[in-house]
């Protein structure tokens, strides 16, 4: 027996936020909203934007697939594969080296049995990625999840801390465009 596969779609909240979106740019320029639709996407589709997700934007946007894969593919903050439930991005940068980022990815390697560049932990909880400057310099090592920075994790402790408050995380975050916990300057935008 053939199985089909479900083609992906936003939500209706997802909707509403790509229609009021789309009406900061003149329809001829649809494409302009690619970021941060694909930013939706991600959210909506456990973390990461897979190739059909990525033909359901092309569709939203009225562009061609390969323009969404392009831009998918160039900038970092999109995950091409499934990621945890955390996505840690380690800042690799000067600063953060010489504070000990390189440590601190050995050492969160190690404890949540996650590799950068790799799958997601064995308990689905994490994902590790390093990335590119986090402007957090005064802080370094730093790792950021989500909107938050974790700073100062040149210790066992501070980053066992880290873990153990995302670990103790039982509800998703709150999603940017949906009403609860919706900072005041997204909503006025």
């Not at 027996?1 to 997802?14: G, I, L, N």
């Not at 649809?30 to 959210?43: D, F, M, T, Y």
């Not at 939203?60 to 091409?80: A, C, G, Q, R």
């Amino acid at each position: 027996m053939e199985t089909t596969a479900v083609k992906p779609q936003f939500s209706e909240a997802a909707q509403a936020e790509i229609k009021r979106l789309l009406t900061h740019y003149p329809d001829d320029r649809r494409k302009s909203a690619l970021l941060p639709v694909l930013h939706i996407a991600q959210a909506e589709f456990g973390g990461w934007v897979s190739p059909e997700v990525q033909n359901l934007v092309a569709e939203v946007l009225d562009i061609k697939p390969i323009e969404v894969y392009e831009v998918s593919s160039f900038y970092t903050m999109f995950n091409l594969k499934p990621v945890g439930k955390h996505v840690l991005e380690i800042c690799r940068t000067g600063p953060c080296m010489l504070r000990g980022s390189d440590e601190l990815t050995a050492h969160l390697e190690r404890i949540t049995g996650a590799k950068v560049g790799g799958s997601a932990s064995a308990d689905g909880l994490f994902t590790l990625k390093e990335v590119e400057c986090l402007a957090a310099c005064g802080f370094a090592p730093i790792v950021q999840v989500r909107e938050k920075y974790y700073e100062q994790l040149d210790t066992p402790d501070a980053v066992d801390a880290m873990l153990s408050e995302l670990r103790n995380q039982v509800h998703r975050p709150a999603l940017p465009w949906e009403e609860t916990g919706l900072p005041n300057a997204l909503a006025n935008n």
